[in-house]
């Protein structure tokens, strides 16, 4: 089964350096799956690595839904790596693009 791996860092440069500090593996299915919550306090930023194993769509919030025909969240190609910047206590959503 395809998997997206979830890594967080707190106060991070442009690229995440050193250990995280949470980290998270989600199924990508046919159906939308949400993460558990980004660890933090109040709404402090954290920079996360999307790394997924499958071509995916994948959004965030505080009660995501990752959509198929991408109009609910942001493509990610399967061995390629994001970075992006969200608050403590979202979760990530994530479907299979097919």
């Not at 999307?50 to 990752?66: E, N, R, Y």
């Not at 942001?74 to 994001?82: D, F, H, I, K, W």
């Amino acid at each position: 089964m395809a998997t997206l791996f979830i890594a967080v860092w707190r106060d991070a440069a442009e690229v995440a350096l050193g250990d995280p500090l949470q980290e998270i593996a989600v199924a990508i299915g046919a159906a939308s799956a949400q993460s558990a919550a980004i660890t933090g306090k109040d709404r402090q930023r954290n920079r996360i690595r999307l790394f997924a194993d499958a071509d995916c769509f994948v959004t965030w919030g505080t009660d995501p839904t990752a959509l198929t025909d991408g109009t609910a969240g942001r493509p990610l190609g399967a061995g390629n790596p994001e970075y992006f910047d969200i608050e403590a206590g979202q979760k990530v959503a994530v479907i299979q693009r097919l």
